[in-house]
C-alpha cells in the first residue's frame, strides 16, 4: 500500500509508503506493548524458568504438609516416585551425550585449537577449584563449626567409605582413565581393595609377618572419566583420517542432534520430577530441628562459602574478563541450577545444562559440547569447598590443631581428588576419605557428614555446574576474540594490497599491454604521415 502525498519545497508529488504517511501525517503513537501483553511475552520466554521455580516452592511445601502424616517407609518411596522418573531419564541420556557430544566436538576442531581449548579450560577449573578450597578452609577457620559439641546421628544415610591408602586412590584415579572395557566402564569404575596376606618366617624366624596386599575390584558407578578420555582421542582420530572418517563423524553429529531433541523433551518434563523429588527429601528427614542444632554451623559455614563462590568469585572473574553482565548469564542456566538442586547429580544436570547455555548464552555447540561433559568429570568446586570445610570441621571434632603444611595438603589433595569425584549423590564423600588420610584424622567421623549431606551436596552440585557453566562462557569469548583478530589480520591485509596496487598502477601487466598498443599505433600513424609527405 503507498499513499501520494505533497512536498511543501516544490510542489511535487512521491509515493510512499502508507505507515511512513501516517508518521508524517498523523499524530504520534506511543509503540510500547499494552503492559499485559509484555507480561505474557516475558512468561512465554522464561515459561520453564518459573515452572521449575515453582516446582521446588510447592514441592517444599508439599513435603512440610506430609510429615505431619505417618508415612511407612514404603509410601516414602512412593511419594518420591515421579522424582525418580525424572533422575532415570537424565542418567539414561547421559552416556550417549557424552560420547557423542565429545566425538563430534573433538572432530570438529583443529588439533592445536582443541588442545588451546583444552588447556584454558583446564586452567580455569583448576584456578577456580583452589579459589573454592580456600574459600572452604578461611570460612571453617572463621565460623569453627567444630567448636560445639555434636552428638553423632543413629539414622544415617550412605556408607562411611572404607579405609584406602592415598596412593591407592590416585593409582585408581590414573587407572579409570584407561578403562580396560568399554562396554563395563558405562556401569563399573575400579577400586582399590584389600587382603591380608601372611608369610611364615624363613628358618632361624619362627615370626609370621601380615602384609596388607592391595587388589582390583570392579564397584558399581560410571566411568566417566575413562568414557570422556576414549572418546576425545577417538574425535582426534577420526579427524586425522581425512575423508574416509567423514561419514562416521556425521554419525555422531546426527546421533547428537537427535540426543538433544530428547533432552529438549525430558526438560519440560523436569519441573514435575524436582517438585516430588524435594518433597520426598523433605518427608525423609527425621528431626530437622536436632540435626540444625548440632550441626547447623557446619551447615551454615557450607552455605555461605557457596554462595560467596557461585555469586561473588566466578560471577567477578566472567565478568572482569569479558564484560559482561555475569548474572544474565546465570539467569540463562537457572533451569540447570534447579535441576542440579533437585537431583543433586551434576552428570544429570549435563543434558540440560548444555540445553541452556546454547539457546540462552550463544555458546557454539562445537564448544559446549566439548567443554561441559570435560567440566561435569573434572570441575568440582563445590565438593572441594565442602571437603575443605568438612576436613577442618573434623579436626575442631578431635581437638586437633591444624599446622600451614597440613592446611597446605588438605587444599592440595582436594582439589586434586575432586578430578575424580563421581559426579553422583554424595560422591564427594567418597574422596572425602582421601583428605582425612592425608593428614591423618579419623574417617568414622564421616558419619556426621552423611547425615546432613542430603542438603549440603545439592548446593555443591548448584555450584559445579555453575563452574562449568561460566567456562563455557569464557572459552565463548576467546573464540570469539581470536577469530575477530583473524578477520582484522586479513582485512588490513586486504587494505595494504589495494593501497600497493593504487600507488603503483605502472606495474600492472594490463596498463603495460595497453601502453604497448598506444605506442605501437602512434609509430604507425607516424610512418603513415611520412609515407603521405613523401608522395
Not at 575413562?226 to 577417538?234: E, H, K
Not at 518433597?279 to 555461605?304: N, P, T
Not at 559445579?464 to 561460566?470: I, K
Amino acid at each position: 500500500m503507498a499513499e501520494k502525498i505533497d512536498m511543501a519545497t516544490n510542489g511535487g508529488e512521491v509515493y510512499v509508503d502508507e505507515r511512513l504517511a501516517n508518521g508524517l501525517n498523523g499524530p504520534k503513537k506511543s509503540e510500547r506493548q499494552p503492559w499485559s501483553r509484555r507480561v505474557m511475552r516475558i512468561v512465554r520466554a522464561n515459561l520453564l524458568v518459573i515452572l521449575t521455580v515453582a516446582g521446588v516452592i510447592v514441592g517444599v511445601f508439599i513435603g512440610l504438609g506430609v510429615r505431619n502424616v505417618t508415612l511407612t517407609k514404603t509410601q516414602i518411596i512412593y511419594v518420591g516416585f515421579p522424582g525418580e522418573l525424572l533422575i532415570r531419564l537424565l542418567k539414561m541420556i547421559i552416556i550417549p551425550l557424552v560420547v557423542c557430544s565429545l566425538v563430534s566436538g573433538a572432530a570438529s576442531i583443529d588439533p592445536k585449537a582443541l588442545g588451546k581449548l583444552g588447556g584454558w579450560a583446564m586452567l580455569f577449573f583448576l584456578v577456580t577449584t583452589l579459589i573454592a578450597s580456600s574459600i572452604g578452609v578461611v570460612m571453617a577457620f572463621i565460623i569453627s563449626p567444630g567448636s560445639v559439641s555434636v552428638t553423632k546421628p543413629t539414622n544415617v544415610v550412605g556408607d562411611v567409605p572404607a579405609h584406602k591408602e592415598v596412593v591407592d586412590s590416585f593409582l585408581d584415579l590414573i587407572r579409570n582413565i584407561f578403562p580396560s572395557n568399554l562396554v563395563s566402564a558405562a556401569f563399573q569404575s575400579y577400586a582399590t581393595s584389600y587382603k591380608l596376606v601372611t608369610k611364615n618366617g624363613t628358618d632361624g624366624n619362627p615370626n609370621i609377618t601380615v602384609e596388607k596386599v592391595p587388589f582390583g575390584v570392579d564397584q558399581d558407578g560410571m566411568n566417566i572419566l575413562g568414557l570422556v578420555v576414549f572418546a576425545i582421542v577417538f574425535g582426534v582420530a577420526l579427524r586425522k583420517l581425512g575423508e574416509e572418517g567423514e561419514i562416521l563423524i556425521k554419525f555422531f553429529n546426527s546421533f547428537n542432534e537427535a540426543t538433544m531433541v530428547l533432552v529438549s523433551w525430558i526438560m519440560w518434563y523436569a519441573p514435575f520430577g524436582i517438585m516430588f523429588l524435594v518433597a520426598g527429601k523433605i518427608v525423609e528427614m527425621d528431626d530437622v530441628g536436632k540435626l540444625f542444632a548440632s550441626l547447623g554451623k557446619y551447615i551454615a559455614c557450607c552455605m555461605i562459602g557457596h554462595a560467596i563462590h557461585g555469586l561473588l568469585v566466578l560471577p567477578g572473574i566472567y565478568f572482569i574478563i569479558t564484560r559482561k553482565n555475569p548474572y544474565t548469564f546465570l539467569w540463562g542456566i537457572f533451569t540447570a541450577l534447579a535441576t542440579a538442586f533437585g537431583t543433586s547429580s551434576s552428570s544429570a544436570t549435563l543434558p540440560l545444562m548444555m540445553k541452556c547455555v546454547e539457546e540462552n548464552n550463544g555458546v557454539s555447540k562445537h564448544i559446549s559440547r566439548f567443554i561441559l561433559p570435560i567440566g561435569a568429570t573434572v570441575n568440582m568446586d563445590g565438593a572441594a569447598l565442602f571437603q575443605c570445610v568438612a576436613a577442618v570441621f573434623i579436626a575442631q571434632l578431635n581437638n586437633t590443631s591444624l599446622d600451614f603444611i597440613q592446611v597446605i595438603t588438605i587444599l592440595v589433595t582436594a582439589t586434586a581428588s575432586s578430578v575424580g569425584a563421581a559426579g553422583i549423590p554424595a560422591g564427594g564423600v567418597l574422596t572425602l576419605a582421601i583428605i582425612l588420610e592425608a593428614i591423618g584424622l579419623p574417617t568414622s567421623d564421616i558419619s556426621l557428614i552423611l547425615a546432613v549431606d542430603w542438603l549440603v551436596d545439592r548446593t555443591c552440585t548448584v555450584l559445579n555446574v555453575e563452574g562449568d557453566a561460566y567456562g563455557a562462557g569464557l572459552l565463548q569469548f576467546f573464540v570469539d576474540r581470536s577469530s575477530k583478530k583473524e578477520d582484522g589480520a586479513q582485512l588490513s591485509e586486504i587494505r595494504l594490497g589495494e593501497d600497493l596496487s593504487a600507488a603503483a598502477p605502472e606495474s600492472s601487466p594490463l596498463m603495460d599491454e595497453q601502453g604497448g598498443r598506444d605506442s605501437a599505433e602512434s609509430s604507425k600513424k607516424a610512418l603513415s604521415s611520412e609515407k603521405e609527405s613523401a608522395m
